[in-house]
């Protein structure tokens, strides 16, 4: 085995990307079925004024405030474009692409004022941009690991109201379910896929890691289950090649090599897909 | 006049309404089409083009830049229309998927070999707007800005295919199947304002970067939907919106020396703010 692989902070970083990637890939199932795709864009780029608040609470660079402000920003351009699209006129994309662009600018704008803060260059702010495998520290692998348990166990307890949602949203409603709770609940759980893997994979392209993964399963099988659990498998391993890659040569933001690798993944599963033939409903 | 253009307050401020305003003015079209988050796409999908334009030949500025960046962005579009239309990825998720993936390998391209140049991921996310007027040209005997001259023509090459195409634009707006049948060739009106857009997108990038880009293309354009009936006058809330926020956005950034870039962009939130009032809904109605 080469040496560098038992470098503790190699595994630290191996072991956060394989959390993250886990989660993401995990939870973007819903996401991509529920053809949401373009919501956890939103809300990945809708994290970066709360990134910026997080530390602005605290004045150093405290991961469970920055990622709880990410939450918070991420969910309020989500509200206020659900919000937009039920105005006359304004089709959902425009919506969308109205929250995305404001809260980033926000973003941007709190950004530097952030960054005149002493301590901004050492809470890696920047970083939060592109992603940086190499910040992670040994501490915040057991918060990555909390929130990962907490999201999949979240999610197994309501499995079968979250699959009827999915499937047959009316089905579900006349079965009894609340359809308002369990799709805030989806909505919750993709901010969250959304938000854990911001450090490392950054705000421009943490969505295409939710994304990513659930194209490339859903390419495999027509199992939920099945495709929830090789979703996030596709997640962490492509998380962990990336965040490696990137730690070992030093420069090379962490994002792109990830959401290169899952890309590379879900090429993959298109030429070898099993459905490549059949027109696809799902 | 080159008192003028010597105001670094002036050139910044300049440069940003034409890029805001050549923006929003093919926005417009696009999110009356229903296709605003084409130029999320279009914005990410021409960093590729940049690092290949770059690495093929060396240049990081210029019309060469302009054509295969701009073709980098169409490509964006085809390709994602491509792999939905396989029926295998859904359109939200080919869109998702596309525009990251060449986005992400522009960006590792610039940061492997263009990391002495200007190009580096960073601005090209962000824009630099606050050092617009560094880079400069001589023309007419007055020295100009670059981003200046660049982003006028490129207001020019704009206002002009609207206008020639205003017509058929605004039947493609909305019913191409109509269009078609009229004989006004949408697809070829289409694919025209998407590479004008991308072209636009590269000419504003030393400005805006590119997800400001995103907040210049819709939200004037949907403040102009909010407050206009017709879609001239969503045109022009549009333009004005985009040319208020450049300016306030200015005065606020300096005011406080926050992010210029940064400061435009949310300005377009005020128009946006307000056109969601009782007040902006009541002037809808009459």
Redesign the interface.
């Known amino acids: 085995m080469p040496s560098f692989l038992l470098d503790p902070i190699v595994i630290t970083v191996a072991l956060g990307a394989a959390l993250l990637g886990l989660t993401a890939g995990a939870l973007g199932t819903f996401a991509?079925l529920r053809?949401?795709?373009?919501i956890?864009?939103t809300m990945s780029?809708a994290a970066l004024p709360g990134v910026a608040v997080g530390f602005l609470l605290t004045g150093e660079r405290s991961l469970p405030l920055m990622l709880a402000g990410a939450v918070v920003t991420g969910l309020a351009a989500a509200l206020f474009s659900l919000y937009?699209s039920g105005?006359p006129?304004?089709?959902r994309?425009?919506?969308?692409?109205?929250s995305?662009?404001?809260f980033?600018?926000?973003?941007?704008?709190a950004?530097?004022?952030a960054q005149?803060m002493p301590g901004a260059a050492a809470a890696g702010l920047?970083t939060f941009?592109?992603g940086q495998a190499a910040a992670t520290l040994r501490s915040d692998l057991v918060l990555l690991g909390c929130v990962t348990l907490v999201a999949l166990g979240a999610v197994s307890l309501v499995w079968k109201q979250a699959k009827l949602m999915t499937f047959d949203p009316d089905f579900a409603v006349a079965a009894g379910a609340d359809r308002r709770v369990i799709e805030a609940f989806l909505t919750a759980a993709l901010a969250v896929a959304v938000v854990i893997g911001l450090q490392m994979v950054g705000v421009?392209?943490m969505?295409?890691l939710v994304?990513?993964p659930?194209?490339a399963a859903?390419?495999w099988t027509a199992s939920l289950g099945a495709m929830f659990w090789l979703a996030g498998a596709i997640g962490a391993a492509s998380a962990v090649t990336g965040a490696l890659i990137s730690a070992l040569s030093p420069?090379?933001?962490t994002?792109?090599?990830v959401?290169?690798v899952a890309?590379a993944v879900?090429c993959v599963a298109?030429v070898t897909?099993p459905?490549r033939l059949a027109?696809?409903d799902g | 006049m080159q008192v003028l253009f010597d105001d670094i307050g002036f050139v910044i401020m300049a440069t940003g309404v034409l890029a805001a305003g050549s923006t929003a003015l093919l926005g417009s079209f696009l999110v009356v089409r229903g296709q605003a988050l084409l130029t999320d796409a279009i914005s990410h999908g021409i960093v590729l083009g940049i690092a290949v334009t770059f690495l093929l030949t060396g240049v990081t500025t210029g019309p060469l830049q302009l054509l295969g960046a701009g073709a980098a962005g169409v490509v964006t579009v085809l390709l994602t229309e491509a792999l939905s239309a396989s029926g295998r990825v859904r359109r939200d998720a080919a869109t998702g998927l596309v525009f990251p993936a060449m986005f992400a390998l522009g960006v590792l391209l610039l940061s492997l070999f263009a990391r002495d140049v200007h190009v580096d991921p960073h601005t090209v996310l962000l824009g630099e707007i606050g050092y617009v007027w560094l880079d400069r040209v001589t023309l007419f005997g007055l020295s100009l800005p670059r981003s200046l001259v660049v982003l006028g023509a490129m207001l020019l090459v704009n206002l002009t295919f609207v206008a020639a195409f205003y017509e058929r634009l605004s039947v493609a707006a909305f019913d191409e199947v109509q269009a078609g049948l009229h004989g006004l060739r949408p697809r070829a009106v289409t694919v025209a304002l998407l590479g004008l857009t991308s072209m636009t997108a590269v000419a504003a990038l030393d400005a805006v970067g590119v997800v400001l880009f995103v907040a210049f293309a819709i939200v004037p354009a949907v403040v102009g939907l909010l407050v206009a009936r017709r879609l001239h006058g969503v045109v022009m809330v549009a333009l004005l919106t985009a040319a208020f926020a450049a300016v306030a956005g200015y005065q606020v950034a300096v005011w406080l020396d926050l992010s210029i870039g940064g400061c435009m962009a949310a300005m377009t939130g005020i128009p946006l703010l307000l056109a969601l009032t009782p007040v902006g809904r009541a002037w809808q109605m009459s």
């Open positions: 991509v053809r949401e795709s373009l956890g864009d780029h937009l105005r006129r304004i089709k994309d425009a919506a969308m692409g109205t995305l662009g404001l980033f600018a926000l973003g941007v704008v950004l530097s004022y005149r920047e941009l592109f421009v392209l969505s295409a994304v990513a659930a194209v859903r390419q420069g090379l933001a994002g792109p090599l959401v290169l890309t879900v298109l897909s459905r027109q696809v």
